[in-house]
T-cell receptor, first 114, second 113 residues
Framework: AQSVTQPDIHITVSEGASLELRCNYSYGATPYLFWYVQSPGQGLQLLLKYFSGDTLVQGIKGFEAEFKRSQSSFNLRKPSVHWSDAAEYFCAVGAREYGNKLVFGAGTILRVKS | SAVISQKPSRDICQRGTSLTIQCQVDSQVTMMFWYRQQPGQSLTLIATANQGSEATYESGFVIDKFPISRPNLTFSTLTVSNMSPEDSSIYLC??????????FGQGTRLTVV
């Protein structure tokens, strides 16, 4: 069965510090990978996606993620966190072989302290 | 990119009643998806709706509880029937991602009292 694991439920970082959010997946097909952000009371906003090609992908708001097939990981990174980055982050995986539907991780809540 | 509009954005409903959520897309799409996000939880797929065929439901979701319509390539509805407080969630619609990304509506925040 397809599954996505975000091992960190909460992460707290200081403003200006670097950030890495972890995502591991288990998928029987070639995965397409996404990171979404959800601010309180808001909808989902796509940060970045990986379909193929360069395994280091750049997204909006200064985020990047690296696809590592050998580790089944797609970790999200940002070199310097801003207070406005405080939100919940979801990793999601899909595949055309599974009808394009997405499987989401449990989410990681990011807190930024000043 | 696709723009997805959901209505209503939020509602408070009495238990035992039903609510129909509408999802309108600004372009034609073959596949539309309905997700549920329970309080403090991640998103779970309810069903996939293709135009011209019955919706396909995921394990744990049934048509009697969550009937879905898909009358054309730009519109779908999800009904939450005979509601109970456990149905209090955010319901989101999404469209297929042919080449880019899975677009989501802003969601419908449902509270059942």
């Amino acid at each position: 069965a397809q599954s996505v694991t975000q091992p960190d439920i909460h992460i707290t970082v200081s403003e200006g510090a670097s950030l890495e959010l972890r995502c591991n997946y288990s998928y029987g097909a070639t995965p397409y990978l996404f990171w979404y952000v959800q601010s309180p009371g808001q909808g989902l906003q796509l940060l970045l996606k990986y379909f193929s090609g360069d395994t280091l992908v750049q997204g909006i708001k200064g985020f990047e993620a690296e696809f590592k097939r050998s580790q089944s990981s797609f970790n999200l990174r940002k070199p310097s966190v801003h207070w406005s980055d405080a939100a919940e982050y979801f990793c999601a995986v899909g595949a055309r072989e599974y009808g394009n539907k997405l499987v989401f991780g449990a989410g990681t809540i990011l807190r930024v302290k000043s | 990119s696709a723009v997805i509009s959901q209505k209503p954005s939020r509602d408070i409903c009495q238990r035992g009643t039903s609510l129909t959520i509408q999802c309108q897309v600004d372009s034609q799409v073959t596949m539309m998806f309905w997700y549920r996000q329970q309080p403090g939880q991640s998103l779970t797929l309810i069903a996939t709706a293709n135009q011209g065929s019955e919706a396909t439901y995921e394990s744990g979701f049934v048509i009697d509880k969550f009937p879905i319509s898909r009358p054309n390539l730009t519109f779908s509805t999800l009904t939450v029937s005979n509601m109970s407080p456990e149905d209090s969630s955010i319901y989101l619609c999404s469209v297929e991602w042919p080449n880019t990304e899975a677009f989501f509506g802003q969601g419908t925040r449902l509270t059942v009292v």
